[in-house]
């Protein structure tokens, strides 16, 4: 256990603990030279004021999707004189069609956002500011899957180039989600990916360049030996090739050595990072999870709870649940958030999705029980996955909760 003046004491692990933050921007990312050049290339028109392909860029967590276009904006706007005008949005928090409208225009005409305007007025502020000098818009939209009514902003922001007479609009979408493509409107679609850019998960040869280098810069020296590197570039190429997996278990593999008192990390502190990272990344993916699939994982979690029929049935311990009854929860608990339930094709897609990202598990229950049924099963701790799920959908609020949730059956 540290005291405070150990806490105050100058480290003996870390020499910038913030360049080892998932946070930080390293000046210089390595193995990216020719996405960084494809991103280059969708926004070189726009310098001089033509209209470049929309590009929708993807690929799996912590490949380096945003750095490489935030890397890229930086340049765009150091080059003075140029016709580009660059929103970046994260759709995190910038979450529907108004809410990414008032972003731009916070962005570039920021006495004007702050006067309450509608939708509409934003709209004709907005084209009238790209006319006047034809200029080009560029709207990079970060996790754009989270976006509620996306495919009107895509219509609305596509809608201006046919409206203005001079200048333009270019949208970058950014997604780490599979089946994104699947829930767009099919004119969203062929918009949005006007141009395409996959990021491939990072080996773990790459990852330990790119830990190498954070540690040099963010570690005191000989505090981290190659070993140590390289066991943790093997265990984030595992988790899929995510370099924010990497960058977080350094970290943490150095925070546990100076609170152990160490002046080295050690490679049972590097063990001990990697199984607390993998812990922590389950309930990240749940966090991040769309809303209708947090609605279905949120059911089968109570469910799981309260026994299922399975249970019942079989008079036993098991905690496998019919697909039916997960289906029937997850529309009463739609209609109690005065939500529209999605239909049961729909409902399959977020089922196979939570077993893609090793949420839940599903088999077929072969002839004995009911016929042919699928049976789903947890294969995360209930109370856990319980507590990041609620606060999540009603912001932790019990009352809020007891509101919306359906009687137990
Ligand atoms: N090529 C690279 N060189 C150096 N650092 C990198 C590189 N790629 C990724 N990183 C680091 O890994 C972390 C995650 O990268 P980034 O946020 O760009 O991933 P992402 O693909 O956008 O992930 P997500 O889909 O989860 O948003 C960041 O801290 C970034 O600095």
Not at 14 to 19: G, L, Q, Y
């Amino acid at each position: 256990m540290q005291t405070l003046n150990d806490l105050l004491a100058e480290s003996k692990i870390f020499a910038k603990r913030e360049v080892l933050s998932p946070h930080y921007t390293p000046q210089k990312l390595i193995f990216r030279e020719s996405e960084i050049n494809s991103i280059e290339r969708a926004l070189a028109p726009s310098l001089k004021g033509q209209r470049g392909r929309n590009l929708f860029v993807y690929g799996k967590t912590g490949t380096g999707k945003t750095s490489c276009t935030r890397y890229v904006i930086g340049e765009v706007n150091s080059i003075p004189n140029n016709k580009a005008r660059i929103s970046y949005i994260n759709c995190r928090i910038y979450n529907s069609r108004f809410r990414v409208l008032n972003k731009i225009i916070s962005d570039h005409l920021p006495t004007y956002s702050k006067r309450g305007y509608g939708a509409v007025d934003l709209y004709e502020k907005l084209t009238g500011w790209i006319e006047e000098d034809s200029k080009i818009l560029v709207v990079t939209l970060d996790e754009i899957d989270v976006v509620k009514d996306l495919d009107d902003l895509i219509y609305t922001l596509t809608r201006i180039n046919s409206d203005i007479k001079a200048g333009g609009v270019t949208i970058i979408g950014i997604s780490n989600k599979v089946s994104f493509k699947e829930e767009l409107d099919p004119r969203s679609l062929s918009t949005l990916y006007e141009s395409e850019l996959v990021f491939a998960p990072y080996h773990p040869d790459e990852i330990y360049g790119i830990i190498k280098s954070r540690a040099a810069e963010g570690f005191k020296k000989d505090v981290v030996g190659d070993d140590i590197l390289k066991y943790i570039s093997a265990a984030a190429a595992k988790e899929g090739g995510d370099a924010r997996f990497s960058l977080k278990v350094l970290s943490k593999a150095g925070e546990l050595a100076e609170e152990r008192g160490r002046t080295a990390v050690l490679m049972e502190d590097a063990v001990e990072a990697v199984r607390q990272a993998e812990n922590d990344i389950v309930y990240d993916v749940i966090a991040t999870l769309p809303e209708h699939q947090k609605l279905v994982l949120y059911s089968i979690v109570m469910l799981t709870d309260s026994g299922g029929t399975y249970k019942k049935l079989t008079d036993g311990v098991d905690t496998y649940l019919f697909s039916g009854e997960v289906y029937n929860r997850y529309k009463s608990l739609s209609e109690g958030m005065h939500k529209s339930a999605k239909s049961e094709r729909w409902y399959r897609n977020y089922v196979s999705e939570l077993e893609m990202q090793g949420l839940i598990m599903s088999f077929d229950s072969g002839k004995g029980i009911r016929g042919h049924t699928k049976l789903i099963k947890l294969l995360y701790p209930t109370k856990k996955t319980k507590a990041v799920l609620e606060k999540d959908l009603f912001g932790g609020a019990a009352e809020q909760r007891a509101q919306v949730l359906p009687d137990e059956e």
